[in-house]
């Protein structure tokens, strides 16, 4: 139940007014109620700027938005791993928000990056929940200090936009458990978002939008939501039935149309009128929180807020590679060098993803512009490539060339053309468009000095980096990636990101790879078929190479780490584990480094990842500088949920726990012994033998039986260990028959 008071009882409310409230008014507004002096509020996108609409609510949402900075995507901020920096840029977005009167912002993104083809994976933060976790309880914690509303999203399982607003996510529960609610769940049981955004896609056969065991069982019983659940935009498919899941208002408004049918629904019996006072309750709580920010919108520095996505741009830039050559590595340049610069997307950037996100930025930077303001001179440039993805042109890598030729380093400027994701559709490939890798091999055999800066959403394969010494991936940056890009380059500030998302040598090598985006149909089914093993959990577990692993990223510094240590305290679901592990810089320059610590639990009753990221820190140091870093984990950080117990579990038995600069680059392991809990199923008629055997009450009582009964022939006793006991007991076998089963049934039973 709500927390916050409402300034209007529900009592108050005719059930035609109730049923009105729990719909929208238009496009981006709540009902309003005159006779209540009840006022609409707006919600409105998006994650990593306001896109409030200029034009009339009531027209679909798509129109020119207001000036907002466009700050940098979610794949640029999961890469910082910073979770104070994202904070930041919550704060940032929340006054925006209060500044042009909105009350709920739509967003943060953590919906899982399962397949890299996903159109809209620049609008989420990772392919581990962990880190999207962390991350996105940092923006709702920002936006939330602003006093108004985040809108965690999409929840849940909404991995691919292909066939969204009906395929079905074919997903096992300890899989959603582990891999695709996590997220949603730390961010839930953390910051408390004023809303919850329901997904389009069905689960397991049911709408998110009307699934009670989703928006009640596990967000409000499991997890206490207090704040109200909010569907996507058009995704409810009957009012009726989503009021009654626990769905509390379907947006965008219907006309009417949805209330009607409420009305009906309450009169003919079919919805309950206190699962309808339920959901208007909470429409009036989310309306009377809005109001203090609404009476005082205050302002918004929106110079300051540039020069903070210019910061976030940076500090998520991934350097992936910076081979020397000739001896020095080429970045950060060396002052002085000849610079040359190839790449239409150099000139005219590319800093956000297409669809409801897509804000109207106050300023944009470009890197070649940025560039010539810091060396005071004049860039030499060629395009190389047209971003439309045209046929390689050949004068035009001619020019490229020429440029390059007369340079000491070049910096080639890759990337996705708009064209290549988005919102509403996914990718068939991960390419880079042939034209811009055609300008690159020009460009290396003229001068093979070459930095690759890349500006993609989703990942890219790089087949071409043996024609780059350097390369630095800035995903898709916001509005000041251009002078992010270029203080990267200069040195001015360090390529402070790590890798949220592996980068694969090839799609075929990718883990949902023959089972993404499913198959067609009404509805269509998408099954999760490779169960936990999402991202480097697949990588790793099945010991297959990558381009470049999670977590992975360079600096402008170097970095050790001594040998880590665990101290074990307490056991079972009281257990913790303090990590500790000292880093030092042992470079010339400050830097940051990511101090990432994994579980790995190689023994245990289930499958699980070779390794899982379950804590980090991100440190930064001066030179020479040295710090102890310190993470604790905690029982839910070692344990799995049992499919069978339908619950979380701390197995006992050895756990290592790994800490390094990447998930590849472990610097150092201890292995601790947990003393676990007792994982027993409950012991009936259908348990095995095997399972009676191991248990610690069932397989004296079994053993005894088993030895007063006629001998087992010994090829069957091989075999009987995986016969449900109810069959022993119907073929006769070791003495067992119905009766002396449900006798010793009875026994363990009421032994415990
Ligand atoms: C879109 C998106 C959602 C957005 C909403 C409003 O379909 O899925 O993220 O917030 O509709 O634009």
């Not at 108050?12 to 002096?37: M, N, P």
């Not at 060396?334 to 930025?361: D, F, H, I, K």
């Amino acid at each position: 139940m709500a927390s916050h008071e409402t300034t209007t009882p529900v009592a108050d409310l005719t059930l035609e007014e109730k049923a009105a409230l729990v719909s929208g008014r238009d496009f981006w507004r709540t009902a309003q109620l005159e006779g209540h002096g009840l006022g609409s509020i707006m919600l409105t996108d998006g994650p990593h700027g306001l896109r409030k609409q200029v034009a009339d609510p009531d027209r679909i949402g798509l129109e020119a938005a207001v000036p907002a900075t466009c700050f940098p995507t979610a794949a640029t901020l999961g890469s910082t791993w910073d979770v104070d920096l994202v904070r930041r840029v919550g704060e940032a977005l929340g006054a925006q928000t209060r500044a042009n009167q909105v009350s709920v912002l739509l967003g943060p993104g953590v919906n899982i990056k399962r397949s890299p083809l996903c159109g809209r994976n620049f609008e989420y933060v990772s392919e581990d929940p962990y880190l999207s976790g962390r991350i996105g309880a940092g923006l709702v914690a920002g936006i939330q200090s602003a006093g108004v509303g985040a809108s965690l999203k999409h929840f849940a399982a909404n991995n691919q936009e292909t066939d969204r607003m009906r395929v079905s996510a074919e997903v096992d529960e300890r899989t959603l458990r582990e891999i695709y609610l996590p997220a949603f769940e730390h961010v839930v049981t953390t910051t408390q978002p004023w809303t919850v955004m329901c997904s389009y896609n069905r689960i397991n056969g049911v709408h998110a939008s009307r699934d009670p065991w989703l928006l009640t069982t596990v967000l409000r019983e499991e997890w206490g939501l207090e704040g109200l659940v909010v569907s996507d935009w058009g995704a409810v498919v009957d009012a009726p039935d989503s009021v009654a899941a626990g769905l509390d208002l379907e947006m965008p408004g219907t006309a009417g149309r949805s209330a009607a049918a409420i009305v009906a629904a309450v009169r003919s019996g079919r919805l309950a009128e206190a699962d309808l006072d339920t959901a208007a309750t909470r429409v009036l709580a989310l309306v009377a929180r809005a109001q203090p920010a609404l009476a005082e919108p205050g302002t918004a520095d929106l110079d300051a807020h540039h020069v903070l996505a210019r910061e976030a741009a940076a500090a998520g830039s991934v350097l992936l590679a910076n081979t020397p050559v000739d001896g020095a590595p080429l970045l950060p340049l060396a002052p002085g060098a000849r610079l040359a610069v190839v790449g239409e997307l150099a000139r005219s950037p590319r800093y956000q993803g297409a669809g409801s996100s897509q804000v109207t930025p106050t300023q944009v930077d470009d890197l070649l512009t940025a560039l010539g303001e810091r060396l005071g001179a004049h860039v030499p440039f060629a395009p190389g490539y047209t971003v439309d993805g045209g046929d390689a042109d050949a004068a035009l890598r001619e020019d490229a060339a020429r440029v390059a030729s007369g340079a000491d380093v070049v910096v080639v400027f890759l990337g996705l053309p708009a064209a290549a994701e988005s919102e509403g559709f996914d990718r068939t490939h991960l390419d880079l468009p042939a034209n811009q890798v055609a300008a690159l091999e020009a460009v290396a055999a003229a001068n093979p000095r070459v930095v690759v800066v890349l500006a993609n959403g989703g990942v890219v394969t790089m087949p071409w980096a043996h024609h780059a010494p350097a390369i630095l991936e800035t995903w898709l940056g916001g509005q000041a990636a251009g002078s992010a890009i270029a203080d990267v380059l200069l040195g001015l500030r360090e390529p402070g990101g790590r890798l949220a998302e592996t980068i694969p040598h090839r799609l075929v090598d990718t883990p949902s790879f023959g089972a993404f985006p499913g198959d067609p149909g009404r509805p269509g089914t998408v099954r999760y078929g490779e169960g936990v093993l999402v991202g480097y959990r697949w990588y790793d577990t099945r010991e297959m190479d990558v381009a470049f692993p999670f977590g992975h990223g360079l600096g402008y510094t170097r970095f050790e780490f001594a040998s880590p240590t665990a101290t074990v305290t307490g056991a079972g679901r009281d257990v913790e584990v303090r990590v500790a592990v000292r880093v030092t810089n042992t470079g010339t320059r400050t830097g940051s480094e990511v101090v990432q610590v994994y579980v790995a639990d190689p023994e245990s009753q289930v499958t699980r990842p070779t390794r899982e990221l379950k804590g980090f820190a991100k440190v930064r140091l001066e030179p020479g500088e040295s710090r102890e870093v310190t993470v604790t984990l905690g029982a839910r950080d070692l344990s799995y949920w049992h499919p069978g117990l339908r619950r979380w579990v701390v197995e006992g038995g050895a756990f290592r726990i790994e800490v390094g600069a990447s998930s590849r680059d472990l610097r150092g392991s201890v292995e601790v012994q947990v003393d676990g809990e007792p994982l027993w199923l409950p012991l009936d008629e259908d348990s095995t033998l095997g399972e009676w055997r191991v248990h610690p009450v069932g397989g004296p009582l079994v053993e005894r039986a088993l030895a007063a009964g006629p001998a087992v022939d010994a090829g069957l006793a091989a075999m009987i260990d995986e016969m449900p006991m109810r069959l022993l007991a119907s073929f006769g076998i070791g003495g067992f028959d119905p009766q002396s089963l449900a006798a010793l049934v009875a026994e363990a039973q009421a032994a415990g």
